[in-house]
């Protein structure tokens, strides 16, 4: 991956990524598609840790689960997220369950910098109802399944370094904008070159 520390956030700012961004949240909330605007607004790489996982495994996550399990993939995804904050600072996206394990919020939390995209469950439904690539909601009743998981992750997700409201209507390059200006409110960053 090809150094891309120079930064940009329009004609007149630019900046230095100083260590990675890690977006956090529940399934749903836009991590990967924000993440990817945050990326592009800021001329730093993307990387998402479940394509990682996946690339590595040569599987699915949806595989990994079947085959292996649950505890198995969060080891793996454990792995994949401290080799990344060791590497040139990006944006990464996580996946919902990521921010849940205690290394990894304190991994995060020393060599980068967690924001949360706080979507409510509404909007978190109506994003996720329809796609089949979400293993921990392949249940009887998937809906009351996000809404458990909601209840229980809300409260770790809020131990995030920065939160950021992901409201239904607003559009992505809306939602990166607001990840940029609430990173910036932090001294440790982004640097103006």
């Given amino acids: 991956m090809a150094d891309k520390a120079p930064t940009h956030t329009g004609p007149q700012a630019t900046f230095r990524l100083k260590k990675t961004v890690v977006m956090v949240g529940m399934m749903g909330a836009g991590k990967t598609a924000v993440g990817r605007a945050v990326a592009q607004k800021l001329d730093v790489a993307f990387l998402d ?15 990994i689960f079947s085959r292996d399990g649950e505890p198995f993939f969060r080891t793996k995804e454990t792995q994949v997220i401290t080799r990344l904050l060791d590497a040139t600072p990006c944006i990464l996206s996580t996946g919902g369950g990521a921010f849940l ?12 910098v967690s924001v949360w995209l706080n979507a409510d469950l509404d909007v978190l439904w109506n994003r996720v109802r329809h796609k089949d690539t979400r293993p921990l909601l ?4 998937p809906k009351a399944t996000l809404a458990a998981l909601f ?19 607003v559009a992505i390059d809306a939602m990166a904008d607001r990840v940029i200006e609430a990173i910036l409110a932090r001294s440790d960053v982004l640097e103006k070159t």
């Fill in 101 to 112: 394990g205690a290394q990894n919020r304190e991994t995060i939390s020393e060599r980068g």
């Fill in 138 to 141: 392949q249940t009887d009743d």
């Fill in 151 to 169: 209840q229980a992750r809300v409260p770790v997700y809020r131990m995030a370094d920065v939160m950021v409201p992901s409201d239904h209507g």
């Fill in 49 to 63: 840790s479940d394509a990682e996982i996946e690339a590595a495994a040569n599987m699915t996550v949806p595989e």
